[in-house]
């Protein structure tokens, strides 16, 4: 058997990168999908009707292709690059409390005490915002920040943690520990991000009632469209020198050393993109659950992230996103069905999978299809 010349390597990693046609068919059934369909079945389709999608649904979903956002982006790091975060949980709240400052803002006079102040901080007998707050009442600037905050606490923390060739399990445990630490700050009252109780009781967004039904299709669809978009540029990273650099790193970081690459400039880029991927995800996820508050940064929280990634499979790219789905439609059931059994079912999945399917699902599949053949 002959090897392939340049040129056919070359075409195939092009198309590779560019899908083929089959596979921008799919990425043009799920816009489709997310941003005309699902939105028409559930505003234009009567309630009686089998086609009619409710509002839990709606909700239900877009939460989850929230949690579809922070899998895809782990999976850059960890199935990637073979960096094992357990602190995601941390990004993903932090953009969600971006987008909660500006949500509070919105609310006006319109909260219990009449103020302009948000309810908890004339609880609180405070008189001014704090500093923290001082552009709270901008879009823009809000949402430049849900980018810019998580973004350079990851590049801050992974520069002193890649720098000092902290690897495997020691860094799983440094980024659990930081985002612990960050839960009991954001647990104090006097941080001025609303304590345990954190933020709720949003009115609106940009000035446009937030508890519509078209706002609810309108948050659903942005937040598909945005899964959608992170998903090509994932794979463009990963059909790149830049992602094939990144799976040296995981399968040899020491030979790539040795080759001339310098791998902290590489794990430290990944790393900042993956978080902030996660801020968006969080960003997304507030308003269309309307609240926000420490308990997004427990440890539990970031666990949960690797484990819709290694249910899904590894290093697949859509194996996280079906790993989200997956997990937390099982966890809507059993919540409401068996609540008592649910942490019993997700310690014995993630077990499961790892003696079993180190591929996850995918991985499954692709052993069926191949039996077939």
């Known amino acids: ?17 560019l899908l083929g046609l089959r596979g921008w068919t799919v990425v043009a059934a799920a816009v489709a999908l997310f941003a005309v369909l699902v939105p028409m079945l559930n505003l234009m389709v009567p309630e009686g009707s089998a086609l009619h999608v409710s509002d839990y649904a709606v909700s239900l979903a877009g939460k989850i292709l929230c949690y579809a956002i922070c899998a895809l982006a782990m999976d850059l790091i960890w199935g990637y690059t073979g960096i094992l975060s357990l602190g995601h949980g941390l990004f993903f709240a932090l953009g969600g409390y971006g987008m909660g400052m500006y949500l509070m803002r919105q609310i006006g006079r319109d909260g219990q005490y009449k103020s302009d102040m948000p309810d908890f901080m004339v609880f609180l007998n405070w008189k001014t915002f704090p500093w923290q707050w001082a552009v709270s009442d901008s879009f823009a600037a809000q949402m430049l920040l849900v980018v810019l905050v998580p973004g350079l606490l990851a590049f801050v923390f992974g520069w002193f943690a890649f720098r000092s060739r902290i690897k495997g399990v020691y860094f799983s445990i440094i980024t659990q520990a930081m985002t612990f630490a960050a839960m009991l700050l954001f647990f104090r009252n006097e941080t001025g991000f609303g304590g345990n109780n954190g933020f709720t009781d949003f009115k609106r967004i940009l000035g446009v009632p937030i508890a519509t039904a078209q706002m609810r299709v309108f948050l659903f669809a942005l937040t598909g469209v945005t899964l959608v978009g992170f998903y090509l540029m994932a794979r463009a990273i990963v059909n790149s020198k830049y992602g094939r650099v ?45 609240i926000i508050n420490p308990g997004e940064m427990s440890p539990a929280a970031s666990i949960e992230i690797a484990i819709w990634t ?49 591929n996850g699902i995918v991985g499954l599949f692709k052993k069926v299809a191949e039996k077939k053949q």
């Open 1 to 17: 058997m002959t090897s392939p010349n340049v040129a056919q390597v070359g075409l195939v990693q092009k198309r590779g990168l």
């Open 310 to 358: 290694a249910v899904g499979g590894r290093a697949t790219l859509i194996g996280p996103i079906i790993g989200a789905f997956f997990v937390n439609g099982a966890k809507s059931w059993f919540t409401v069905a068996f609540p008592e059994y649910w942490l019993y079912f997700l310690g014995a999945l993630f077990i499961a999978v790892t003696l079993w399917l180190p």
């Open 246 to 290: 990144l799976q040296a790193i995981r399968d040899a970081e020491s030979r790539v050393m040795f080759t001339g690459y310098n791998p902290l400039a590489y794990k430290l880029s990944i790393w900042t993109l993956s978080a902030v991927m996660c801020a968006i995800a969080g960003a997304l996820y507030v308003p269309q659950v309307g």
